[in-house]
């Protein structure tokens, strides 16, 4: 797999000796001295076992966490001086999440719910409506958009909640292991919503333990220990990763 | 303004799209806020039959016990003070002792019983509201030229077995022959007496003598009882009226401030119960909901909820729940009084404020309920919540 990075491209995302620590009886070190970019367009894989710090990096990627050194930059925007206000709005205007739950609420509809993330933008009301019906016909759940989450599938959930991520326009798409409770041709569709609606300046990042998505994305970070490095490094010739289920 | 709006309508999706939940939630609230109603309802019910329980007559009769020396003279004096709208003699002849009664002159009659003998001045009648149901009251007349009548309370009648005074008929008390002119059917006052016979003062002193203490009872104006019963004494036997003792009726704004005052007291111990109720309800109910709800707030926390967004958007469903719970427990509340009332004979009578009002304080229960919930969500972090 080519680390090999397109200059040209503008950075979204820069980390620069970039740590998490979480206090302890020892502290515990999830990430060490992370420096990397990713820049618009880009996908991006992170591979590792389960407990390497892939979880706390994307975190940390999508200002869920914060880091407890080093340096980290959200479009030009040092993240360490924005108030907690500041970096809601920011997440919420730059990041989309897919978690590997879909966490769909149940009482509401599949649109209701690709509506929600749209809530804290302040739009109008048909605006948003129609936000969210385009986004589900992106990922092919315009028939499904009255739906309940319990009256759809596994892998529909997800396309909702891709959807969802989708509908809020984001500089950069979060996916945290976004197949790993779905069957193999089900993940396959889901990983073909992602990047086939993916827009040419919208960053994918994706962490998962399933080598055989990893080998199809065009850049790969590695993660072990809490180090990260560029390249699929150690795990390439693996097929899946052991304990990647839970985020 | 638009973000308060949206966060209405996404409290009311909640709370209508959960209907199990918000129910459960609402138990509480429905529960202090009817028992609250329905105390207050049952207060202002239990009030008004109180006041009406103090009738006219009750409320405006002075009763006067005295020595046997007070004359129909001394009840003249009284019956002029103001205020005073009828007064009469009245005494139990040999203290309410049974004497033989026979049905004709003759003191061996057909039908013969025992019966109480009660003297009363013409007066006496309409001041403790006899009521005839039939013949004529004797008057003073009949006192002044010693006519030997006597009157039957409705008891003393049906023992003797006479229905009607139709043709005067006559009874022998005590070896003395008596035209009886009337019969008594009711009386507010002096119901014993329907028992027995009713005769003038005349008629009574040739039977015993006078030798027993006499009443004086008097009808007063409303409101003017207790000033009759202080000056009474004084009209009554001037030179000794430390001799004369009043019973007056019970002061009725005093007695219906107590009752009130009692219910009342009742009212805010259940008020404040029911409330404390709904309050621990909606609070426990609400740190359950968001204990499950966790995973939510995560989410909304990720796609760029506020803090203070999470916190309004559950203090704005805890309030909804509250007001739901008011006003179901205000409908209850007022469904109970009325049933409670009806059956107790009562009007029912509702504060329309307090009613009105009460749907608000199931609100204000609901937010302050919330509040500590909204807070401890408000501080949940989005990782921690989607970690759940």
Redesign the interface.
Known sequence: MSAARKPALQELLTLTGVGRTYPGSPPVHALRDATFSVGAGEVLGIVGRSGSGKSTLL?VL?L??LPTSGDYRVDGQRVGSLS??EQ??L???FFG?V?Q?S?L?G??SAQ?NVE??L????LRTGERRERAIEALAQVGLSHRRRFLPGEMSGGECQRVAIA?ALA?QPGVLLCDEPTGNLDERTSSEVLQTLTDNQAPDVAVVIVTHDMGIARTLPRLLSVRDGAVSEGAGEFLDAETLPGGGQ? | MSGLRSALAEAVTSIVRQPTRTLLCALGTVVAVGAFTTTNGLTESASNAVSSSFNELRATTVEFQGPSTLSEADVARLARLHGVRSAGLVWDVFQQQPLPVAVGPSSSGPSQTQLSITAMSSSALPAIGAVLSSGRFYDTGADLHHQMVALLGSGAASQLGISSSLGNPAINVFGIALTVVGIVSTSQQESQALLGVIVPPYVAGVIAGNRDPRRVIARTVPGAAQLIGRQGPAELDPYQPAQVTAEVPPNPTTQRAQVQASLSTLLHVLSLAGLGIGFLTIAAITIMSVAQRRSEIGLRRAVGYRRLEIARLIVLEAAGVGMLGGILGTSIGVLATAAIASNNHWTPVMNTTLVLAAPFLGVAVGVLAGSYPAIRAASITPMAALRA
């Not at chain 1, 809530?119 to 302040?122: A, L, S």
């Open positions: 975190n999508g869920l966490d907690d206000r809601t709005a997440r919420a205007r999440f978690f739950q966490f609420l009482s509401l209701e929600l993330g809530r804290p933008r302040r969802r809020q985020p």
